[in-house]
Antibody, heavy 118, light 107 residues
Framework: QVQLVQSGAEVKKPGASVKVSCKAS????????MHWVRQAPGQGLEWVGW????????NCTQKFQDRVTMTRDTSISTAYMELSRLTSDDTAVYYC???????????WGQGALVTVSS | AIQVTQSPSSLSASVGDRVTITCRAS??????LGWYQQKPGEAPKLLIY???SLQTGVPSRFSGSGSGTDFTLTISSLQPEDFATYYC?????????FGQGTKVEIK
């Protein structure tokens, strides 16, 4: 069965970076795009970006373009999202989710809470 | 970026009620819209993709309709497990954008 298992909760100080992982199993990792979506406490969902695990190509919303780095390690079927220069506004649950081509997010990870606090 | 306006932001309903949630896109997006259900402390779950296609395993009381700019999610007979927050997501072009969410509460 398809599973996306994310790394655990993190607490970071303002200005630091955080790297969240998402390990895929139950399907061919390189056949599906991996997206990242975040949700601030009590707020709605915000799309961050995607990585094509086959080519390594990425795309993200302009808001994060200079702060987010998405990578993958195909040998262990794992995608990563690193966010730098953290502020308190980055406190959120970060989800990975896969898509079939560029259509819908059919499986999601359990989420990783990132807390930014001094 | 395409704006997606979802309404209402919340609603109260009883078990057995018919519930309708709408999303309006700021420009035409063909049928490139999905609906997601999220329960507290859980990841979102895909219900409907391509505006009207039911995701495998999702009960048939959920249905979606619309194309272009106006879309609707309907729950034909609300069940206790359906009390949750619902989001639409346009996947027509990047950046993908979510609606603001609709919280469905027990009346």
């Amino acid at each position: 069965q398809v599973q996306l298992v994310q790394s655990g909760a993190e607490v970071k100080k303002p200005g630091a970076s955080v790297k969240v992982s998402c390990k895929a199993s139950g399907y061919t990792f390189t056949a599906y795009y991996m997206h990242w979506v975040r949700q601030a406490p009590g707020q709605g969902l915000e799309w961050v970006g995607w990585i094509n695990p086959n080519s390594g190509g990425t795309n993200c919303t302009q808001k994060f373009q200079d702060r987010v780095t998405m990578t993958r390690d195909t040998s262990i079927s794992t995608a990563y999202m690193e966010l730098s220069r953290l502020t308190s506004d980055d406190t959120a649950v970060y989800y990975c989710a896969r898509s079939v081509a560029h259509r819908a997010l059919d499986y999601w990870g359990q989420g990783a809470l990132v807390t930014v606090s001094s | 970026a395409i704006q997606v306006t979802q309404s209402p932001s919340s609603l109260s309903a009883s078990v057995g009620d018919r519930v309708t949630i709408t999303c309006r896109a700021s420009q035409g997006i063909r049928n490139d819209l999905g609906w997601y259900q999220q329960k507290p402390g859980e990841a979102p779950k895909l219900l409907i993709y391509a505006a009207s296609s039911l995701q495998t395993g999702v009960p048939s009381r959920f249905s979606g309709s619309g194309s272009g700019t106006d879309f609707t999610l309907t729950i034909s007979s609300l069940q206790p497990e359906d009390f949750a927050t619902y989001y639409c997501l346009q996947d027509y072009n990047y950046p993908w954008t979510f609606g603001q969410g609709t919280k469905v509460e027990i009346k």
